[in-house]
Each structure stands twice: as structure tokens, then as C-alpha cells.
């Protein structure tokens, strides 16, 4: 079975930052990638699908990168707001989440 | 604009189960596929199951096999997900979510508001 894994689990930085998150998949999964948003007591909200791709409304700071298994989630310019865990869900086959990211302001 | 509505928080004994339902509004039904992803509490998210209301057919992860039924009534646009055999590990928040797809196999872009189920004598 096809395992993804985040990393950091956690991480703390200051406004404006530019921070990136990563996942990554035990076998290729082409670009079948998705990103989620979860702040505390929240419904997930999706961010980017096929790895790059924002969805509608979604902030341009943030932005996804990779293909196979490595992928990325980049906020450009971190803010307040940004406070919340970030999960990452290959569709290539079975769903399955990564563990999560625990973002958190410095 | 898109809801998917879900019904109310359930209390359940152990062994027992739990029928959650799941009502699409602003939108058509079909051909989307709608999956059941939980959450623990303090853990992270896990999808349990898809539908694909138009081909009528599931999918479930393995691990909820024989344990998981997800059905749908297109008549009135309403996914429905029943866990049985309940223990304490099935307490969690049990969220419905579509796909743009009529695949189960998907990311989600809409999502319920969640639902609680909690077990325990």
C-alpha cells in the first residue's frame, strides 16, 4: 500500500515568512495530489488539486509543486490567518491523507 | 452554491450502529461521487468510502470492509453512511464530502459540516 508521509509534523514562523511543506509518496502517484486547509474546529477546505493546480478563491500566496513522489506546499508570504494543520491526499487509486502539518505564527 | 448538509450528532452503545445522512443543495446530485472521510479527535483525516450515485456502486477502504454501507437516493439528492459493530475507536467526527468527479478515487471540493458520533456504554 501506497503510504504519505508530512513533513514537518509542526512548524512556527513569523509573518511575511515564506514557508513550504512537504509530502511524500512511498510509490509515484503522477500529479494525482491534492491540499487541504483545516483551522481549528473547521471543515477541511481544499486548496490545490493535480499538485498545482489553486482552486477557485484560494489566496495566490499559496502554491503547489511535484510530480511522482515528492510534492510541495509553498505559502509565499505567511499571514495570521495561515494558522491552521494542512493535510496533503493522493487520489491516485485509494484515497489516503498524509498526517498532517501543524502551522503555527512565531 | 453547493452545501452538503449532515445530520445531527449521535451518542451510540458499543456494538451497535449509526446511519449518518448527507443532503446535497445548489447543485445536481449526480454525477458526482461523494466519499465519508473521519476524523479522531486530535488526529488526522481518513476516508472510509466512496459512492458513485449515477453507476450506483461503492468503494471501501479495507479497512471498513463488512462494517460500512454508503447508499444514495438520487430522489432526493441524500448519500447515506452506516457503520456498524460501533466500538470507542469509531468515535469521531464522520465529514461527507463531493468529488468534481463521479470517481470515489478523487480530491473533494465541497465538503459537510461534519457530524459526531460518539461511542460509549
Known amino acids: 500500500d501506497i503510504q504519505m508521509t508530512q513533513s514537518p509534523s509542526s512548524l512556527s514562523a513569523s509573518v511575511g515568512d515564506r514557508v513550504t511543506i512537504t509530502c511524500r509518496a512511498s510509490q509515484g502517484i503522477s500529479t494525482d495530489l491534492a491540499w487541504y486547509q483545516q483551522k481549528p474546529g473547521k471543515v477541511p477546505k481544499l486548496l490545490i488539486y493535480a499538485a498545482s493546480t489553486l482552486q477557485s478563491g484560494v489566496p495566490s500566496r499559496f502554491s503547489g509543486s511535484g510530480s511522482g513522489t515528492d510534492f510541495t506546499l509553498t505559502f509565499s508570504s505567511l499571514q495570521p490567518e495561515d494558522v491552521a494543520t494542512y493535510y496533503c491526499?493522493?487520489?491516485?487509486?485509494?484515497?489516503?491523507f498524509g498526517g498532517g502539518t501543524k502551522v503555527e505564527i512565531k | 452554491q453547493v452545501q452538503l448538509v449532515q445530520s445531527g450528532a449521535e451518542v451510540k452503545k458499543p456494538g451497535s450502529s449509526v446511519k449518518v445522512s448527507c443532503m446535497t443543495s445548489?447543485?445536481?446530485?449526480?454525477?458526482?461521487?461523494i466519499s465519508w472521510v473521519r476524523q479522531a479527535p486530535g488526529q488526522g483525516l481518513e476516508w472510509m468510502g466512496g459512492i458513485m450515485a449515477i453507476f450506483r456502486t461503492t468503494k471501501y477502504a479495507q479497512k471498513f470492509q463488512g462494517r460500512l454501507t454508503i447508499t444514495a437516493d438520487e430522489s432526493t439528492n441524500t448519500a447515506y453512511m452506516e457503520l456498524s459493530s460501533l466500538r470507542s475507536e469509531d468515535t469521531a467526527v464522520y465529514y461527507c464530502?463531493?468529488?468534481?468527479?463521479?470517481?470515489?478515487?478523487?480530491?473533494?471540493?465541497?465538503w459537510g459540516q461534519g457530524t459526531l458520533v460518539t461511542v460509549s456504554s
Open positions: 445548489g447543485g445536481t446530485f449526480s454525477p458526482y461521487a
Open positions: 491526499q493522493k487520489y491516485n487509486g485509494v484515497p489516503l
Open positions: 464530502a463531493r468529488a468534481p468527479t463521479y470517481y470515489s478515487e478523487s480530491y473533494f471540493d465541497y
